[in-house]
């Protein structure tokens, strides 16, 4: 994880790139709250209920968080992002949702009271102190966590056209298989439950995908 780090903050610093990394990103992340067919969000419903409070670590702009606001008590979203909450307002007021609050710090470093259900749906990919990440979560959970994770980081897609831009490989980010070493260590044995491939979304053309390419390579 640190070669990667390593590797991302080089290039930034050689295009003049600062500031949000997700700004240019967090168009990609909004979602309609009332949509039917995110085979994720449909499982994450079936696990609360109407009286429930649901902590979001990293909920970007509400992918989960609106939907699980729809069916429960309250969500709160922790999200240290500029960019994301700003998503997330825009879509909760088009949504007529009032019963989120956003967070704006670090997991780390947010002081918040616990939940019934602590969500961190695939975050983890970037988190360094993953064992201080965790052991927070838990902390926090009244009833359970909820960590949605992909067997291999979305990012990983870019990889195979590191080398070609960059003369080097890519140091990959790690997954879910590692996460699960990680929580074994711990003496943490979750209930695992995997899931069809997801397909990822396509791009709307080929000079969008290019585009898209170049500011992750």
Not at 127 to 133: A, G, L, Q, S, V
């Amino acid at each position: 994880m640190a070669a990667h780090h390593a590797q991302s903050q080089k290039i930034r610093a050689a295009r003049g790139i600062t500031g949000d990394r997700w700004e240019a990103a967090s168009p990609f992340f909004k979602a309609n709250p009332r949509r039917t067919d995110d085979v994720e969000v449909n499982r994450l419903l079936q696990q609360i209920n109407p009286s429930a409070t649901v902590l979001d670590i990293g909920g970007g702009a509400g992918r989960f968080a609106l939907p699980l606001a729809l069916q429960c008590q309250h969500v709160t979203v922790i999200e240290p992002s500029p960019s994301m909450p700003e998503s997330l307002r825009q879509i909760t007021m088009e949504a007529d949702i009032d019963n989120v609050t956003i967070v704006a710090k670090r997991w780390e470093e947010a002081e918040v009271n616990p939940a019934d259900v602590v969500i961190s749906a695939h975050v983890i990919y970037m988190i360094e102190d993953i064992r201080t990440f965790v052991v927070k979560m838990l902390e926090h959970a009244r009833d359970k966590v909820l960590m949605p994770t992909f067997m291999r980081p979305p990012m990983a897609r870019y990889t195979p056209f590191w080398r070609w831009v960059h003369e080097e490989g890519r140091a990959d980010l790690p997954g879910a298989a590692e996460l699960m070493q990680v929580l074994w260590e711990m003496d943490i044995y979750p209930n695992v439950e995997m899931f069809e491939p997801i397909s990822f979304r396509a791009f709307k053309n080929w000079q969008m995908a290019l585009e898209r390419a170049k500011a992750k390579t």
